[in-house]
């Protein structure tokens, strides 16, 4: 299974991203998807979890209501929509996935990593 993120780049507080994970080599029916941030001297934390069969959602509390995760089952490309950006989330971010769809929070469950992609907000 291989995850391709992109979409990152340098915003104002307040503006809004779109990342995109492309995910391929694999069939997903079963599996959880995640968003993951990491800010420099941090711990590498969940943003928000999908299923992948039924597109159920799961948010950090720090996102809920700004950031919105979806997927396209056909397209095998998830997406975080981020809006409402704040400084503080500045961070690399990845996208993971679980094929044993435990969907937690947890980093080491997920066996698979895409490469990341910075974010950027300015004040």
């Known amino acids: 299974v291989q995850l391709q993120a992109s979409g990152g780049g340098l915003v104002q507080a307040g503006g809004s991203l779109r990342l995109s994970c492309r995910a391929s080599g694999g069939t997903f029916s079963t599996y959880v998807m995640a968003w993951f941030r990491q800010a420099p001297g941090k711990e590498r934390e969940v943003v928000a979890t999908?299923?992948?069969?039924?597109?159920?959602?799961k948010y950090a509390d720090s996102v809920k209501g700004r950031f919105t995760i979806s997927r396209n089952a056909v397209a095998n490309t998830m997406f975080l929509q981020m809006d409402s950006l704040k400084p503080e989330d500045t961070a690399v971010y990845y996208c993971a996935a679980d094929r044993d769809g435990r969907a937690s929070f947890n980093r080491h469950v997920y066996e698979y990593w895409g490469q990341g992609t910075q974010v950027t907000v300015s004040s």
């Open positions: 999908i299923r992948w069969s039924s597109g159920s959602t």
